[in-house]
């Protein structure tokens, strides 16, 4: 059974970067679809960004956050990471990694991370 | 970009059926995927692609999608239900709905 498991800093100060990482147990990295969501406080989800990791990785990232935003893998531990720039309050967010599963055209997230809060504030 | 459009809030019986719904443009032609958010948890995947029960998701948990709507349907809602439910495609992108907070009376 495939478990996914968030760290990083709880606070990170504006204009700097939150660096996450998702250590993935229960399974290998390869072969799959991995993305990153985050849910401000109190409000609804927002999906970030995907790597599917192989010999060929490829990577897609939300048009809002593009700019911004880089995902990584290091497969030597079965992880992968989550780099976002210049943050800023509206950043504040609870942010879960995920399992992406694809097939007929549809990608949907199972399982997901306990989740982790980073707050941007000085 | 494509919107997903849910109601703010629903409210059922217990033991009777809830139905939840997420509202798109021409939303049939497309595979809808379903989460249930209990409150401080990670969501949960309870639907996939329309019509599909992962392992371990009760039978009183449904969907279905046609037209400009899909469907979440929960049959003898029980206390646990008590969630908030999120409707999600797929359009180069990941979509989610705004959420839906339900509520067993």
New interface residues.
Partial sequence: QVQLRESGPGLVKPSETLSLTCAVSGGSISNYYW?W?RQPPGK????IG?MYYNENTNY?Y??SLKSRVTISADMSKNQFSLKLTSVTAADTAVY?CVRT?S?????????????TLVTVSS | SYELTQPLSVSVALGQTARITCDGNNIGSKNVHWYQQKAGQAPVLVIYRDTNRPSGIPERFSGSNSGNTATLTISTAQAGDEADYYCQLWDNRGVFGGGTKLTVL
Avoid: C, H, M, R
């Fill in positions: 993305s969501i609804g989800l927002e999906w995907y897609n939300n048009p879960y599963l097939g007929w055209e549809a990608k949907w997230f199972d399982p997901w991370g306990q989740g």
